[in-house]
């Protein structure tokens, strides 16, 4: 059965899909079917929903949503070799906002250098003078425009509050070299400083709420929910339409222009795969027709993995563990329900500290994330955050440029079957020493003068943690996935990508990639930001190359 015909059929409403829906829906002269396999993420959409919608607004809310089944995939690895063989949940939101409606509203953008890699390695129109101008336009900062924020986009941005003790933490941090930076969004992400934040009067700025929702009664747009898509339908090499199920239905969609994947890193390239897009031999194996071989797609996963450090902090002192307990919490719920600020405004990291893991790089390649609270040991199967019962601070170290590869490859051909995801994390030599000098560099800053006074001891690693290898023990053992899967159907020059750097699927026609699966390399930071710079760069190559198309007709 169809469901019409369009121009555009999206799929995926996440933070790729909102953007392209609200950019080429916006001349009115273009149809446009956005299909979304979650639910709407609006609060009265749905009263099953109305709890978990309603959370998905309230900032602090990502500490439930983040594992609300309803809300995400529920995706996990497969054993992962570097960790012990643990299996790592890798989550993926399911729901109008994609993963910008359960993240941790952290906007970082990465490095210049980052943009020029892409750039030099056969994308040109990606460098960092290229994407500047679509972070611009996608942004209104609240705390001013200068050249490097705009001022006029949708998408709007704060900046967030800190506890005191976070002070101390920046000012240790400067005993150490490490300076305050004004804005980690320059190009040069260097020192220390409050974060940026996707938070507008004390409610979550998803995508969805940003692009999707003004523009929802537009007449030649149309929001299609809990509809997954099962595989994108060719006419020869040429994409027109979609096969999805909703309600147990199978239905089709087709596309007169062209087919827009925008299901993230796992979702897009697994999407290819069934749809007849990847390696020959391993499409054949799982009984899927070849359309093109293209043995890149789901290759090259990249991800962002992380360890904690924490501390217990002096009875005195102010952190989160205290305000989450009864009846402090009541208050800090009126003081949310009344001016929109306190615990409930609150994103998941308050400050971040950029270095260098040696003087012999260019760029800072560690990042430190802190938080003024701190939980305790999770339980075997667990997933709910246990705040401690005593004061408590926590920094989470990443390494910002991973060598670890890994892929996300098709289990069958039946498309409601989970991929194979092996994000191969620490199998890379640098990976494991660089995690070990993070853990260190955080210890460093803990004893400096200006916050060793407000420290009463270290519950992670532990004080008795002192050798690399029981460090790197501790971070396999301990670590996890900052969620920011990139790379599996990257863009590039001719012969070694996926996507040509329009975003194009090399083989076939009609048929693009525009999410985090396309980067070439992981930028240095969060990826969301990045993401919606994706899109917003990619709407205006789509409507170059229609018009481009139009001229060449006959």
Known sequence: MSTGDYDYIIVGAGSAGCVLANRLSADGRHKILIIEAGGDDR???????????????????????????PLNW???SEPVPGLGGRIIGMTRGRAVGGSSSINGMLHVRGLRSDYNAWRDRGCPGWGWENVLPYFRKAETQLTGEDEWHGRNGPLRISRSSTFPIMEEVLNAAEALGLPRADTFNDGAQFGGGPTQVTIHKGRRQSASVAYLHPVLRRKNLTLLTDAQVLRVLFDGKRARGVEFVKHGRTLEASARGEILLATGAIGSPHLLQLSGIGDAARLSALGVPVIAHAPDVGEHLQDHYYARAAWRLRRDVASINSMVKLPAILGEVARYAFARTGLLATSASQIFIYARSSHEIADADIQLSIAPASTQPAKAGAQRIRPDSEPGMTIASCHL??????????????????????????????????H????????????????APFIVHENAPGAQIVRDEDLLAYVRASGGTVYHPVGTARMGGEG???????????????LRVIDASIMPSLISGNTNAPTIMIAEKAADLIRQDSRNDIKRAP
């Open 43 to 69: 609060i009265l959409s749905n009263p099953k929903r109305t709890v978990l919608n309603s959370l998905i607004h309230i900032p602090v809310g990502f500490a439930a949503t983040l594992y609300a089944k």
């Open 74 to 76: 529920g995706y996990q």
């Open 401 to 434: 440029r991973p060598l670890s590869r890994g892929y996300v490859r098709a289990r069958s051909r039946n498309p409601l079957e989970h991929p194979v995801i092996q994000p191969n994390y620490l199998s890379a030599s640098a990976d494991q020493d660089i």
């Open 436 to 451: 070990v000098k993070d853990l260190r560099l955080a210890r460093q800053i803990a004893a400096q003068a200006p916050l």
């Open 496 to 510: 070694e990508s996926v996507l040509d750097p329009h975003l194009r699927v090399r083989g076939v026609e009609s």
